[in-house]
C-alpha cells in the first residue's frame, strides 16, 4: 500500500492528451511539500522527468507539465509519442514518516 | 556528467549477507545525501535508506532496519549499503540516488543492480 495513490494503468492514442493523478495526505502533499515525477522506461532506471511540482529538467520535452493543488498533484503528457510509453512514479515527503514516499506507479499504455 | 554506478548484487540465500556498492563520479560527492531505492521485480519503487553528506545522519525504512547498514567514504566517492539477515522479500533492483535534501527528491540514479534472496 503506497503512501501516494496513483492510478494502475493509462492510455491514450498517439497525438492525445493524458493525465495521471497522484493523491497524497496532510502530512505530504497537502502539507505543501513538493511533488516530484520519476519515468521510467521499460528495462531502465527511473529518470527524473519533473521536480518541484511543475519544473523539467534540461532535456525534458515541454509536452510534459506538472502541477499540483491541495492534496493531489497531476502529470498531463500532450502529443503522446509511442516513446512515452513507460511507467510513472509520483513522489513528495512525508512529515509523519520523515522519509521520501513514492506512488505506486502508473503505467502508460500508446495505443 | 553525473554517473553512479552499482555493484555488488547477486543471488545469495535467505539469511546471507551481501554488500552492494555505489560509485559516484562527475559531482561533489561529500556536498550531497545519497540514498537507496529497490524496486522488487513488476513491482514500484520502494526507499531504503539515506545518509546525509557528513555520514552523521542515517534514515532506514522499518522494512530493513536493523538488517541492512548504509555508508559512505566520501575520499573514494563511494556508498555502500550492508544487507544482512537477507530475506526472500528483499529481492530487488537496488538502485543508489543523489538526494539534494533541499528538495526531497532523487536527481539522478544508477542503473540498478539486481539482488536475489532464494535457495
Known amino acids: 500500500q503506497s503512501v501516494l495513490t496513483q492510478p494502475p494503468s493509462v492510455s491514450g492514442a498517439p497525438g492525445q492528451r493524458v493525465t495521471i493523478s497522484c493523491t497524497g495526505s496532510s502530512s505530504n502533499i497537502g502539507a505543501g511539500y513538493d511533488v516530484h515525477w520519476y519515468q521510467q522506461l521499460p528495462g531502465t532506471a527511473p529518470k527524473l522527468l519533473i521536480y518541484g511540482n511543475s519544473n523539467r529538467p534540461s532535456g525534458v520535452p515541454d509536452r510534459f507539465s506538472g502541477s499540483k493543488s491541495g492534496t493531489s498533484a497531476s502529470l498531463a503528457i500532450t502529443g503522446l509519442q509511442a516513446e512515452d510509453e513507460a511507467d510513472y512514479y509520483c513522489q513528495s515527503y512525508d512529515s509523519s514518516l520523515r522519509v521520501g514516499v513514492f506512488g505506486g506507479g502508473t503505467k502508460l499504455t500508446v495505443l | 556528467q553525473v554517473q553512479l554506478v552499482e555493484s555488488g548484487g547477486g543471488l545469495v540465500k535467505p539469511g546471507g549477507s551481501l554488500r552492494l556498492s555505489c560509485a559516484a563520479s562527475?559531482?561533489?560527492?561529500?556536498?550531497?545525501?545519497m540514498s537507496w531505492i529497490r524496486q522488487a521485480p513488476g513491482k514500484g519503487l520502494e526507499w531504503v535508506s539515506y545518509i546525509s553528506s557528513s555520514g552523521s545522519t542515517i534514515y532506514y525504512a522499518d522494512s530493513v532496519k536493523g538488517r541492512f547498514t548504509i555508508s559512505r567514504d566520501n575520499a573514494k566517492n563511494s556508498l555502500y549499503l550492508q544487507m544482512n539477515s537477507l530475506r526472500a522479500e528483499d529481492t530487488a533492483v537496488y538502485y543508489c540516488a543523489r538526494y539534494p535534501i533541499s528538495g526531497y527528491l532523487f536527481d539522478y540514479w544508477g542503473q540498478g543492480t539486481l539482488v536475489t534472496v532464494s535457495s
Open positions: 562527475g559531482f561533489t560527492f561529500s556536498d550531497y545525501y
